[in-house]
């Protein structure tokens, strides 16, 4: 964990913004965003292929393969896309939450429950530091999950269009 350098922060430890954020980076999840592009693409891959376990039979129901199967291909690889989408956007919210704290001048924080919350004015030193972070750590994770996304509509709408022409 990494201490505020202001000795006067009343923020609990496991509240503080750059804690939050030290703490997702580590966790097993969110760890994966931060990888080379080979690794976190066998990531992903790996989430879709798994859920292939559940799309796999639903497709199988409905287009049996040795009838229908670029049908059957095109329907169990949009339904386990669905994992995958799942997934991203447990990774985008993440790593949202913690962009927004640290970018934010004001940090509220709960004392010792939900009853007592307060407000913390960050120094300028801290906010820096913290802009820093958001910039050059947070913000080219954010990146990678959109354009995730956005590969992962792309090829659905090109599944609709094969989907269509057959």
């Keep these: 964990m990494i ?3 202001v000795s006067n922060c009343p923020v609990p430890t496991e ?4 804690n939050e954020y030290e703490q997702l980076k580590n966790s097993w999840l969110f760890q994966d965003c931060s990888l080379s592009t080979r690794s976190y693409l066998t990531k992903i891959l790996w989430i879709w292929g798994l859920s292939w376990l559940v799309a796999g039979p639903v497709a199988y129901s409905s ?3 040795h009838k229908y199967i670029i049908h059957f291909l ?5 339904g386990a896309s ?14 949202s939450y913690v962009r ?23 120094p300028q030193q801290v906010l820096d530091r913290d802009l820093l972070v958001v910039s050059y750590e ?9 354009i995730t996304a956005l590969c992962l509509v792309m090829l659905f709408f090109a599944g609709t269009i094969v989907w269509h022409s057959l």
């Design 15 to 18: 509240q503080q913004p750059l």
């Design 63 to 65: 287009f049996p393969p």
């Design 100 to 122: 927004d704290r640290l970018a934010s001048p004001i940090i509220f924080y709960e004392e010792s429950g939900w009853y007592d919350g307060q407000n913390w004015m960050k």
């Design 138 to 146: 947070i913000k080219p994770i954010i990146q990678r999950l959109q």
């Design 82 to 95: 669905i994992g995958v989408v799942l997934v991203l956007l447990r990774l985008y919210l993440g790593w």
């Design 3 to 5: 201490d505020y350098e």
């Design 74 to 78: 095109l329907c169990g690889s949009a």
